[in-house]
C-alpha cells in the first residue's frame, strides 16, 4: 500500500476549559512571567531535533518520533504576526485508541491500535498550519510513513483545538507465487515401414515412413540422420506428414543408395512447447536444458536398408 504524501485530512475538537478550572491547572506554576511558547521550548529551536532518539522504534516501520511544525498564517483581516515552531517528540507508549473513553471509534476503530505521538501548546489566538513529519532513530524523514500537514486551523481564545494527522505508511510489498508442477512424457515409436523393402537397388528411391504417438498430445518434431554406410547420393528428405485418426503422426522421407551397401538411418522424434519468448515450437528437452535440467525427451530407432549393384560403376550419375 502507498504513502499519500499529501497527508489526510484531520480532525478538530474544541475543548473549551472553565476559568477556574484553568486556574486550578495553572496555579501551581504561576509564580513568574508567562512563558511564550519559544520560552517553553527554549531546548528545543525552532527547526532542530529536540530529542536524542534512543527510543524503541515502532515495531512495523522504522519511525522513532514526529516531527511537529507550526506556522502561524493569516486567515482573515486579523493582526498578524509571523511565528513558526519546529519540535520533536516520541512515539507513546500507549496505542490509539487505547481502550479511552471519548476517541474510540473516533475515527479509530476501538480494536485498532496506532502508534502516535503528541505535541501539546499554548499559542496566540490565530490562524495556523501544521505539518508533521515521521522521523527514524536517527532523527532523518521516515522511509516508512509520509508526511501529513493541515491549513487554516483556528486557535481559539480560552480553547483548544484538538487535530488529529493521520501519517500514512507504506505497506510491505507482497505478491504472490502459483506453482504448477506438470507431467511431460517422451514421444514413442509406434512403426518404421518401408513403402517397398527393406531391400532396393543402387540409384532408386529408398521411401521410408516413420510413425510416433505422443502421450501428451504435444506437437513432434522428426530428425533423420545417417548412422553408417557408403555416402548417400540423396540424403533423407521429407516427403510428407501426417496427423493420424489416433492422435500419432507420420513422416515418410526419400532416400537414394549412391552404391551398393548396407546404410543405417535413424529417425528420432522429439516433443515440443512454445518458447517463453514466443519465437517458436522448440524441443522440450531444450527447454529443460536451460533451466537447468537436462534430461532428454525424445524416442528413437536406428535401422539398416541395403542396396544392391544395378550394373552401374562411378555413382548414380552414370550411366547403368
Known sequence: ??????????????????GSLMLGLMGPIACGPTATPEEQFSRHPAGQTGLALTLRVDEETDVAAIRFKIDRRQCSDEPFTPFSLTIDKPLEE??????????????FDSWSAHAFADLFVTLDAGCYDVTTQPLNAAGEASEDCSPASSSGIWVNDGQTTEVLLIN??????????DV?????????????????????????????????????G????FAWTQEGGPALYVAPEVLSTTPNADGSITQCIRTVAQDPGQYVLK???YDLLHAPDGSGLIRIEDYLAAGGTPFPSNDSLTFPFYAASDGRTGGCDAAP
Open 1 to 18: 500500500m502507498k504513502a499519500n504524501t499529501a497527508g489526510a485530512q484531520p480532525r478538530f475538537r474544541l475543548l473549551p476549559f472553565l
Open 218 to 221: 504435444d506437437p513432434l518434431e
Open 267 to 269: 529417425v528420432t522424434a
Open 168 to 177: 500514512q505508511c507504506w505497506g510491505p510489498d507482497r505478491g504472490a507465487i
Open 94 to 107: 500507549i496505542r490509539l485508541p487505547g481502550g479511552i473513553p471519548g476517541l474510540e471509534n473516533m475515527p
Open 180 to 216: 504448477i508442477s506438470a507431467l511431460n512424457h517422451p514421444p514413442e515409436l509406434v512403426e518404421v515401414v518401408f513403402e517397398d523393402s527393406k531391400f532396393v537397388y543402387q540409384c532408386t528411391d529408398q521411401v521410408i515412413c516413420a510413425t510416433f504417438r505422443d502421450p501428451d
